[in-house]
């Protein structure tokens, strides 16, 4: 029965915290952004900390450059990236227009000549108008995202309440972890512990080293392109780069979006469409054999479909907060799976209980009286 409480208990406290998440979702904005600005900046004043520097001093002075760093790159890259997005959705239906003609051109040949022409409609579906239906699809998505994550607060608020919340959590720091651990149940106490260092380890693992890895791929990607001359080379690059967060959807997508720009650019160039090819081949290898495993490890565990499903689910449900949240969540979830699997295969329940053996039963020997 105390385990059984003690489950109960544990499914209770996590109802209760969906349900006030999903409640206050609205409003939380600012602060779990200032939670997750705290972590990620936390190790940073440690390591001041070891140098001397006092704990408020090193957390005013992070958080002062980051966000003099943060407001820079907004006033640099947003006006760059909204003309250049302007410009692309513009003239993308140009260019898939295009794609499909020289589709037709090559393949048309290929087709006459395997006699499957009849086979196929005569008025091929046009994909400008499914790629149409797709941007509507992620702007209604990002719009769903932008009201979730701003229906009660603006811009301004989240600006100024972030920061603070951040800088008070960063400078309590330890002193909250310290709190939180002596709330623990002192029977279990070092279980918790070897869970939450797990957690921490696939959490931090992840989002700062997958972070680095979106950061370098992004401007390796974004110059790269921008050197051969592609159109929107640039844009492309990051795109691929901030999309990078989840496994192999941003090479793909810059892989796509690349290829298909460079064949109508270029054609029937075939050196600098290779050339951009070979941007990405080359950027995937490197992502693969020395960013991911030196930056990110392989202790995190979070497999990519898993982590896909985490971002849009929680991104649906509770906009802007349900992303910053998700890849902790998921993190922690698997985290917690993993332990529940390894319990489960040592315990009895999938072991069975011990047989019995039953030894043969010795009948003495009889004497024999008569003899």
């Known amino acids: 029965m105390t385990v059984q409480r003690q489950i109960g208990f544990w499914i209770a406290a996590l109802v209760v915290a969906v349900l006030l998440l999903f409640v206050l979702r609205g409003i939380l904005l600012p602060f779990v952004a200032g939670f997750a600005l705290a972590y990620l900046l936390d190790p940073l004043a440690d390591r001041l900390q070891k140098v001397g520097i006092g704990r408020l001093g090193a957390s005013l002075l992070i958080l002062v450059l980051f966000v003099l760093v943060f407001i820079v790159a907004l006033m640099i890259l947003v006006p760059f990236a909204a003309q250049q997005v302007g410009a692309f959705v513009e003239r993308l239906p140009g260019y898939v227009a295009r794609l499909q003609e020289l589709g037709a051109e090559q393949l048309g040949p290929l087709i006459r000549k395997l006699g499957i022409e009849d086979a196929l409609p005569a008025t091929p579906p046009s994909v400008g108008n499914l790629i149409s239906q797709g941007i509507a699809w992620v702007t209604a998505f990002l719009q769903g995202l932008w009201s979730g994550g701003q229906a009660l607060i603006g811009i301004f ?10 800088f008070y959590m960063l400078v309590d720091w330890d002193r909250m972890v310290r709190t939180v651990d002596s709330w623990m149940p002192m029977k279990h106490r070092e279980t918790i512990r070897s869970i ?5 380890r696939a959490i931090a693992g992840f989002v700062r080293g997958q972070a680095m890895v979106c950061f370098i791929l992004g401007t390796f990607y974004a110059v790269s392109l921008a050197l051969i001359g592609l159109n929107f080379g640039a844009l492309i690059g990051m795109t ?6 989840i496994p192999y959807v941003g090479s793909l997508t810059g892989l796509i979006l690349s290829v298909g720009v460079a064949i109508v650019q270029f054609w029937p160039d075939w050196t600098m469409i290779a050339a951009t090819l070979g941007i990405f081949i080359f950027g ?3 992502e693969g054999n020395i960013l991911s495993p030196k930056l990110v490890g392989d202790s995190v565990g979070l497999h990519p479909v898993w982590l896909m499903f985490a971002l849009v689910a929680f991104g649906a449900l509770f906009g802007f907060v349900g992303l910053l949240l998700a890849v902790p969540l998921a993190a922690a979830v698997g985290v917690v799976a993993r332990f529940a699997l390894r ?3 040592a315990s009895p329940l999938y072991r ?7 030894k043969p039963k010795v009948e003495p020997e009889k004497v024999d009286i008569d003899a």
């Open 157 to 166: 608020s989240l600006l100024v309440v972030t920061p603070v919340v951040a």
């Open 240 to 245: 691929a780069g901030v999309l990078s967060f």
């Open 284 to 286: 995937q290898f490197v």
């Open 196 to 200: 939450a260092r797990d957690i921490d």
């Open 352 to 358: 069975g209980a011990e047989p019995v053996i039953l």
């Open 343 to 345: 319990q489960y295969l």
